[in-house]
């Protein structure tokens, strides 16, 4: 697999998801702290009768916040020491190496950590606070509010802002979530089921000795009643090597390069790849006429040609013959779907010649795999070599090309849930300072007959059309980054609208549900301790 795009791909949308979350705190901190400022006028006011300056009041709120900042920062050091590096590594350790954390070599991460703390610090600390200490004393003592009603517009486009990045990430991980479900169960060109692949390529002590435990091993699984089939070769799908070779035809003097593998007489037949015209290989024929090729259907097609009658493939400036061509095979995919299927040779090579094969592939009955397994265990525990057996079944291999896209799954659907909880808390807190500075409203509504529904409905109604303005913004932006991202692929699923409408409907029962929580608390209040509050 061609990863330079997907590991691209991992790296900038990391950067994009932390910056993201930081976002939507930075966002929320500033909301809930020029909410609470609302309940704080009179101590500001207080304050600078007796004296206190702006920059002390200034100070003190940067303190109460940078308290907890750091504590955050404290609390996210041991989570991602303890849970998160772990889970970093389970994913990409087998691609890239596991990651490390040392004190004493990555300290310019904790410099950084802190330096953010302090810039988180003063940004939630000091702009909601300026607003508010330059009001008269006078409006400040008696809780005259109305210069600061110009935040209603800010706080409502906070709100937005966070829903339409928590809503975008929704939409992200449910068309990430269709393409990977559609590379891994799209039709291949062959038959991934049931099949068994071992690497054979051991590095064998002895392997004259090797050899010929190997081909009593060959003829001992075709003898199994249980074995359709049997193959060796030197790749299979999602591991073939990158090695071409440029062969032109002298009647057009087209050049065109070539993937080329060598496999045996078995290898179409185990993975059931279809002919598309000619013959499959023969061990009685090729074994005699070496030079024999099977070039998939995409070659051909490079080549221009209808037929292979006549054809070989040739090497520019080499007087030899080339190679015949015998067959024609259907195009497969023998690398993953990012990438379109590219011409392909076969070459030939004897299935006993264990030293030129990485792969012993076997087609066994449904249900009597773990037979064969034991079965292929026991031979190769008796082949000396300097590296372990493995098998795998071939299924299982083709779909781990598509780990480190799975990895980034996982990623975007931790962000999303994270960036959504964190919304649905600033929308918490926010429905909760609303309800309290309309408990007399919603006081009075009570003893004229409104029941908990109107109440409710009442305080969630403007917040559930905010959620919806972020989904109408995050819904385009989707589309656009999605849309070119799987451009990157040769094959991919088509973006359909039910995606938008469940990454809508998502957010919108997640929001009701933590909206509807604190209303209904707020709307179940006594009516009488409601107007008798101050």
Not at 82 to 106: C, E, H, W
Not at 472 to 486: D, G, H, S
Request: proline share 2%; aromatic share 12%.
């Amino acid at each position: 697999m061609d990863s330079i795009p997907i590991v691209e791909t991992i790296i900038g949308g990391s950067i994009a998801a932390a910056f993201f979350v930081l976002l939507i705190v930075l966002v929320n901190l500033l909301n809930l702290n020029t909410s609470t400022m609302f309940r704080r006028t009179k101590d500001i006011a207080i304050r600078k009768i007796l004296g206190g300056s702006k920059k002390e009041v200034i100070t003190q709120f940067c303190l109460e916040n940078g308290i907890l900042v750091f504590v955050a920062i404290l609390i996210s050091g041991v989570l991602f020491l303890g849970v998160l590096l772990p889970k970093l590594n389970d994913v990409y350790g087998a691609d890239f190496g596991s990651i490390g954390f040392s004190f004493t070599d990555d300290y310019p991460v904790i410099i950084g950590a802190i330096a953010l703390g302090l810039v988180v610090t003063i940004i939630v600390g000091v702009l909601p606070t300026l607003r508010f200490i330059s009001l008269p004393i006078s409006k400040g003592i008696k809780g005259k509010l109305d210069a600061a009603k110009g935040n209603f517009l800010l706080r409502n486009s906070f709100v937005i802002l966070q829903f339409t990045i928590a809503i975008l990430f929704i939409c992200v991980a449910i068309i990430l979530n269709s393409q990977i479900g559609f590379m891994k169960s799209a039709d291949l060109g062959f038959d991934r089921e049931n099949v068994i692949a071992a690497n054979i390529d051991l590095d064998y002590k002895n392997i004259d000795a090797a050899n010929s435990n190997f081909n009593a091993l060959l003829d001992e699984l075709k003898a199994n009643p249980f074995v359709e089939s049997v193959s060796t070769s030197q790749a299979v799908p999602s591991d073939y090597y990158f090695n071409y070779s440029t062969f032109y035809d002298p009647n057009t003097d087209v050049d065109v390069r070539i993937r080329r593998s060598y496999v045996d007489d078995g290898y179409l037949k185990t993975l059931k790849i279809p002919m598309a015209m000619g013959r499959d290989f023969d061990n009685i024929l090729d074994t005699e006429e070496s030079k024999s090729v099977i070039i998939n259907r995409s070659a051909m097609k490079a080549f221009g040609w209808s037929s292979i009658e006549g054809k070989r493939l040739e090497y520019r400036g080499d007087d030899s013959d080339g190679f015949a061509i015998v067959g024609v095979m259907e195009d497969f995919n023998y690398q993953d779907l990012q990438n379109s299927v590219e011409p392909l040779v076969h070459y030939y090579n004897n299935e006993k010649d264990l030293a030129h094969h990485r792969y012993l592939s076997v087609r066994v009955m449904e249900g009597k795999e773990k037979e064969i397994q034991n079965l292929m265990n026991t031979a190769f525990s008796k082949m000396s070599s300097r590296k372990s057996f493995s098998q795998e079944f071939l299924s299982e291999k083709v779909s781990g090309q598509y780990r480190l896209i799975e990895g980034m799954l996982k990623t975007v659907n931790v962000v999303a849930l994270m960036t959504i909880f964190i919304s649905c808390l600033g929308m918490f807190g926010l429905i909760s300072f609303m309800a309290k500075r309309r408990i007399k409203e919603i006081g009075i509504r009570k003893v004229l007959g409104a029941g908990v529904f109107k109440i409710v409905v009442l305080l969630s109604k403007d917040y559930i059309l905010l959620v919806g303005i972020g989904a109408l913004i995050a819904f385009p932006i989707a589309w656009f980054v999605m849309n070119a991202w799987l451009g990157s692929f040769a094959y991919s699923i088509s973006i359909q609208w039910w995606m938008f409408v469940m990454a809508g409907l998502i957010a919108l029962f997640i929001t009701t549900f933590t909206l509807g929580i604190q209303a209904i608390k707020s709307a179940m209040v006594n009516p009488v301790k409601s107007l008798r509050t101050e």
